[in-house]
């Protein structure tokens, strides 16, 4: 299992593998477009906000920028859910991606309740 303290690295690699899906459905004519680029939009959006979080002006503005990326992490959870059911793109591609998304989540919503825990 890979080191979850490494948020940053495993988001970063998170968004590449998002962007290669994104790529993939792109090629695809009608609805597989739509939903790539709303897929690419808040699964590059979860690393993005986690690298503003490390540079956070206080632990306010760290846990503002986190649970952006939970809140990012949920959605991506979302469309990678309606991909599935919609029978759109690689089932295992889409389950291991969704995993992943779901790992993140747990990972954000610990680091944020346990910032908060130790006070703003």
């Known amino acids: 299992m890979e080191d979850s303290r490494d948020l940053r690295g495993r988001t970063f690699r998170f968004s590449v593998r998002i962007i290669a899906l994104c790529a993939k459905l792109d090629e695809q004519p ?7 680029r709303q897929l690419l939009r808040s699964g590059t959006s979860i ?4 690298e ?7 632990r ?9 990326s939970l ?3 949920r959605e991506t959870a979302y469309w990678l859910r309606l991909l599935t059911a919609s ?24 680091t944020v309740n346990n910032t908060r825990k130790k006070g703003l």
């Open 47 to 50: 690393g993005a906000n986690v």
């Open 30 to 36: 009608g609805v597989s477009r739509t939903l790539a």
């Open 60 to 68: 306010a503005d760290f846990v503002a920028k986190l649970f952006i």
């Open 52 to 58: 503003e979080a490390t540079a956070g002006q206080s």
């Open 87 to 110: 029978k759109i793109g690689q089932r295992n591609e889409i389950d291991a991606l969704a995993t992943e998304a779901d790992e993140l989540r747990r990972i954000l919503a610990a």
């Open 71 to 73: 809140k990012e992490a």
